[in-house]
């Protein structure tokens, strides 16, 4: 199964100069071999993932694609507060905290400490707080739909909102104008043999797949310290987070909701290692948490 960059580069090398292919009832000719736009900031990719000019009659049109396998559900993981900044704009904020608060039930029910294994969880597990990821479909008990409006969809879509450096993008070297921003949706099967013809089918303007998909579900992914091996995986931005404290020795816990995305894993992960060190708990003593931790903290065992 090709991985994307795979699929990706198999597109690319379909549309070279002088291919000529039929859209929309007009024929078009390739002007230059496709490519890859790319950005002079190394902090991330625009959303265009095969660009090139094609010709008809005397008329030049950027046709700039945007990729994706049919068995890809993520559309952006792991997500920063930058990113989100650039991806939703001025109401980033607001949308954040509404998406979160729609779900809010199903945080409350969350067990925060793992004696044992389960839930798709190992055992000696505590939980730091939890990522967020946006997605094609809604799947998961901390999962939504981001309330969104038809512009700002096409916005996440197109990259209408990224920086200037992503949206003026480089092509072979030159700046080129919104060569980051796509203006096509090519939803392909990975496992084909790719053709030009095929491709083509595929693809359609971003205003149309927008209007067939008008949703963009979120998921929110736990971030877990794992005393087994004393780590949890990378400073990853919490959109919600377990605010552990440590008082008259008693640990509590307590799920903030406010600052979305705005505090990192390393942060949390840090001051229950330093609970940890005062109460002299790890992994070869693990269950006596329970002694020290309040009646209000959900705990699987």
Known sequence: MPNFSQTEQT?????????????????YTVENDAVKPTVTNKGGECKTDVYFVATHSNERKEFKISVKQDNANFLENKISYARAKELFGASTDEILKTS???????FQKQNLVYLTAGEKTQEKVIKLGWKFELLNVGTGKLAGTVDLTKDQ????????????????ALINGNIVTNSGVANYMMVVNQDLNLTV????????????YIALHPQIFFACKAL???????????????????DW?????????????????????????????????????????????????????????
């Open 100 to 106: 979160i608060q729609s779900i809010l039930p199903n």
């Open 153 to 168: 969809v096409l916005d996440v879509y197109s990259g209408l909102n990224l920086p200037q450096d992503k949206k003026d």
């Open 11 to 27: 597109i690319r090398d379909l549309f070279v100069k002088g291919v000529k292919f039929k859209f929309d009832g007009i024929e």
């Open 224 to 242: 877990n310290y794992r005393l087994i091996d004393g780590k949890w995986d990378g400073d990853r931005p919490l959109a919600v987070y377990v």
């Open 197 to 208: 013809d095929y491709c083509v089918k595929k693809m359609s303007k971003m205003e149309d």
């Open 245 to 301: 404290r440590l008082k008259n020795n008693k640990i509590t816990a307590s799920l903030n909701y406010n600052t979305p995305l705005q505090v990192n894993g390393n942060t949390v992960g840090n001051r229950v290692k330093e609970i940890l060190n005062q109460l002299e708990i790890d992994k070869t003593n693990f269950n006596d948490i329970t002694k020290y931790l309040d009646s209000s903290v959900k705990v699987y065992s």
